[in-house]
């Protein structure tokens, strides 16, 4: 083919001049108009643009698409309404793309690629969530673990702690009790050293520094030298160690305690205790005695233990405490006269005193006391004044045997009267033997054998009638026979062989109390047992004191009394009971405590002593016990609050007989 024109050109193509026109321009060839020619080459040059744009490789591959156009024009012949026919124009276009295979395959692919792609970035995040959470149990699963171990060693850690703690405490009690041992054993070697009259010859006397510092002083080492080396070797530990726990103190109570009493028995200041009986409502002053009820509540308010020590205890610890097994010494006889009236019972007492006692005393006989001691060639013989079988059976009642051998004084002018058969009586119910003494025989109408005979009817038999009783005539006016009696009384004596404890504390009973002006309550005491001293504390009855001075029948002063020996005492709280036992105890406090103890008892067992109603005395106990017969009277709380008040009311609510 030759060169065409542009127009022919275009027909051929079945495309447009213009349209021609415009691509020739954009491959870059120059035609010149319509009417232009086109060379073999520009239309080669053309084509190889055009399948460019058309996206076909240059080398000549064949196109990946293909986009075919149809455009078909046609025309309709429309009938109008008013009988004219029109001609309308119709264009139909038509697009139609074509594909090639491969390239739908690889957009397939490519699709395919993408999908398999997301799909397994999916399944990486699905896979590191799933990892991520059995990483969070794992890890949770590893806290709960470590938690229940650490829990557990805490626990074992614990009671490893609490065994090691009481081990130690266990450790320090020992070492405690040890040390106390050790200390005990110290002190008692101390007194021993005291006691043998050396006194300690080393031992620092410090308070609170613990053993094994004693700077001892060695020969050849010079003070300061021994001195450094018992510190260098002992560590200065303080002696006191803190208690860990309060300490709770075991505390005995009798009857009553007094304030002060209690605060020491607790190891409290005495201002602590009165400051707690004062929260609980009851006033106290440090000397007070405060009665068992008062203390146990006090003493459980102050977080200690109460002991309530058993009602006859302190009676108990007084007679074991007299036991002893000291070597028992003869004693000299108590010898009491008895006999019906006016037979000269107080003449024969008068004649011995007057003519035994008051031997080389000048200035006469100053009888000051119920009781008087003769010494005779053969021995001492104690005469009990208070005759009178009223004194003797009311001494009896309270269990204080006295005499150790009754004289029955019967005048023989008289013979057998109802009062020398009561005496008889009364010394058989003692079991005391009895020595006649037929007195009045310097009389005119003395008859000897007839009061034999009298006597023999009351079983009181003489020796020479086949007897064991002496009979002794006497005459107290003239004082024939005194000697022959006397020596009478002895040789009984020696029968009855009548011993007694010499060095011990002095058992006694009281003959007689009184209250003296200016002395205070003066007792007469026959001292039993034991040997009575100035300065002893004692009991006696209901009463305490200590001794302050003693005095024989004729009011001089003595130091000591010893057994069968009678004398006059000073120093009790207040005249005792006749025949009231006599103690000497340990110490004050002690005597204290058993007479108040007493006191209390009487209290409950009948209508309180005068004494024992003042208001000290006055306690809870009285009204459990012994309440009056007005029971409206000393109400606790009346009791409690208003004690002098109380006292009085004790007074006026006594029961009318
Ligand atoms: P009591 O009541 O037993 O104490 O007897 P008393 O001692 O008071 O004596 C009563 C009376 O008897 C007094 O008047 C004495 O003088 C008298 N009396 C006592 N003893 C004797 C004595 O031995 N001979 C004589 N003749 N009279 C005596
Ligand atoms: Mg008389």
């Known amino acids: ?126 896979l590191a969530l799933e990892e991520r959470a059995k990483r969070d149990v794992e890890q949770r699963e590893a806290q709960r673990r470590e938690r229940e171990e650490s829990e557990r060693r805490s626990v074992e850690e614990n009671s490893r702690r609490a065994a090691e703690e009481q081990i130690r405490r266990e450790t320090e009690q020992k070492a405690r009790e040890q040390a106390e041992k050790e200390r005990r054993q110290r002190e008692e070697k101390s007194r021993k050293t005291t006691e043998d009259g050396k006194g300690p010859r080393f031992g620092r006397q410090e308070l609170h520094i613990s053993g094994g510092l004693s700077a001892r002083h060695k020969k050849g080492r010079t003070r300061s030298e021994s001195r450094r080396r018992a510190v260098s070797t002992a560590d200065r530990k303080h002696g006191f160690e803190l208690p860990t726990q309060p300490m709770q103190h075991e505390v005995n109570i009798g009857e009553t305690i007094t304030v002060a009493e209690l605060a020491q028995r607790m190891a409290v200041k005495a201002n602590e205790v009165i400051k707690t009986m004062l929260n609980m409502g009851v006033i106290a002053t440090i000397n007070q005695p405060i009665d068992q009820d008062t203390a146990v509540l006090v003493i459980e308010e102050m977080g200690h233990v109460a002991k309530i020590l058993k009602a006859d205890q302190i009676e108990e610890e007084l007679q074991a405490g007299m036991k002893s097994s000291e070597e028992l010494l003869p004693r000299p006889p108590v010898v009491t006269i008895m006999g019906h009236v006016d037979h000269g019972k107080t003449s024969l007492l ?88 037929v007195n009045k025989i310097d009389k005119h109408g003395a008859d000897l054998e007839k009061v034999r005979g009298e006597l023999s009817q009351e079983a009181v038999i003489a020796e020479d009638w086949g007897g064991e009783n002496i009979f002794v005539p006497v005459s107290a006016k003239t004082g024939d026979g005194i000697d022959k009696l006397l020596e009478s009384i002895l040789l009984q004596a ?146 409690r609050a208003r004690r002098r008040r109380c006292a009085r009311r004790w007074t006026s609510c006594r029961p009318a007989k």
């Not at 086109?38 to 080398?59: F, V």
């Not at 957009?107 to 999908?115: L, P, T």
């Not at 009896?396 to 008289?414: C, E, S």
């Not at 001089?556 to 103690?583: C, F, H, Y």
């Open 1 to 126: 083919m030759s060169e065409v024109t542009v127009e022919q050109f275009a027909e051929v193509l079945k495309v447009s001049v213009d349209k021609l026109l415009a691509q020739l321009e954009e491959a870059g060839i120059r035609v010149d108009g319509p009417k232009g020619r086109i060379s073999e080459d520009a239309k080669h040059e053309l084509l190889t643009h055009l399948r460019k744009a058309h996206g076909k490789a240059e080398d000549g591959g064949a196109p990946r698409k293909i986009t075919l156009r149809r455009k078909a024009q046609s025309e309709i012949r429309v009938a109008a309404p008013m009988g004219k026919a029109r001609t309308v124009s119709v264009e139909v276009r038509r697009q139609r793309t074509y594909i090639k295979r491969d390239v739908l395959e690889e957009q397939a692919r490519v699709a395919q690629e993408e999908v398999d792609r997301q799909r397994e970035t999916e399944d990486a995040e699905r």
């Open 350 to 437: 008068d004649y011995i005193r007057r003519t035994k006692v008051a031997a080389g005393e000048a200035g006469g006989i100053t009888q000051h006391i119920g009781a008087y001691h003769v010494e005779t060639p053969r021995g001492v013989i104690t005469f009990l004044d208070t005759p009178g079988h009223a004194a003797f059976t009311a001494m009896r009642a309270r269990g204080a045997q006295v005499t150790d051998i009754v004289v029955l004084v019967v005048a023989a002018d008289d013979g057998v009267m109802p009062q020398t058969k009561e005496a008889i009586q009364h010394a058989r119910a003692a079991g005391v033997p009895i020595v006649v003494a």
């Open 494 to 639: 020696e029968v009855l062989e009548l011993k007694a404890v010499r060095d011990a504390p002095a058992v006694g009973v009281v003959l007689e109390a009184s209250v003296e002006r200016g002395r205070g309550a003066v007792a007469t005491v026959l001292v039993k047992r034991g040997t009575l001293k100035v300065g002893d504390s004692v009991v006696a009855g209901e009463q305490f004191g200590r001794v302050r001075a003693l005095a024989d029948e004729l009011g001089r002063e003595t130091q000591e009394a010893g057994p069968s020996i009678p004398v006059q005492m000073l120093g009790l709280s207040s005249p005792p009971n006749a025949g009231d036992e006599l103690l000497v105890v340990d110490n004050e406090r002690k005597a204290r405590e058993v007479a108040l103890y007493r006191q209390g008892n009487s209290a409950t067992s009948a209508w309180p002593s005068r004494r024992a109603r003042s208001p000290r005395m006055c306690s809870r106990r009285w009204e459990k016990k012994a309440r009056p017969a007005r029971s409206t009277c000393c109400l606790r709380r009346t009791c």
